[in-house]
């Protein structure tokens, strides 16, 4: 909290009096950001748009969203299990949402590979939740172009694995 009134430049007394505790600021932190991206990602009109367009849509979204958020990711990564249970559920609604959305777009971009087996297909989505979220360590300084070029990478390594023969991206569920 030291830190906090120190990078904010107000007293830590002044924290307190907007917050009770550490935790209910980490949790208006979190709950500002992920239901800002939940609302910006699941409001996108991707209606006209071939499931393959979505996913690249998507990974451009999410990427250009996630300038600057690093903290938040930090935060959101090993704060959300020192959160009350309450709280976390509502944090985990907003990333489930976000989680449906890209699996909705990927079963539909690859139904024959993705749309029959569910294991598979939430492998597919949290690879690429995978790669999204840790391109801030993979590369902090990004420019706008670089992130955009990581996003379009994103959807076509995506892309193509997914329409490969049905062998070739088994995926055993684990027991």
Same mark, same amino acid.
């Given at each position: 909290m030291n830190d906090v009134a120190k990078a904010c430049g107000i007293s830590k007394a002044n924290i307190y009096h907007y917050y009770d505790s550490k935790n209910d600021l980490v949790f208006d932190i979190l709950d500002t950001y992920l239901s800002d991206l939940r609302n910006l990602i699941c409001? /996108?009109? /991707?209606? $006209?748009?071939?499931? !393959?367009?979505?996913l690249h849509t998507l990974t451009r979204e999410f990427l250009l969203a996630y300038e600057g958020m690093d903290n938040e990711h930090k935060i959101q990564t090993e704060g959300i299990p020192l959160l009350r249970p309450e709280l976390q559920q509502i944090l985990? !609604?907003? +990333?489930?949402? #976000? @989680?449906l959305r890209v699996s909705t @777009? /990927? +079963? $539909?971009?690859a139904p024959e590979t993705l749309g029959k087996d569910k294991y598979k297909c939430r492998h597919v989505t949290m690879s690429v939740f995978g790669m999204l979220n840790w391109f801030y360590m993979w590369n902090p300084s990004a420019t706008k172009a670089q992130r955009l070029a990581y996003a379009e990478t @994103? $959807?076509? /390594? %995506? #892309? %193509?694995?997914?329409?490969?023969? !049905?062998?070739? @991206?088994s995926c055993v569920p684990a027991e």
């Open positions: 409001n /996108l009109d /991707l209606d $006209a748009q071939s499931p !393959e367009e979505q985990r !609604e907003y +990333q489930r949402d #976000l @989680v @777009v /990927l +079963q $539909a971009s @994103v $959807a076509e /390594l %995506t #892309l %193509t694995g997914i329409k490969q023969d !049905e062998s070739a @991206v």
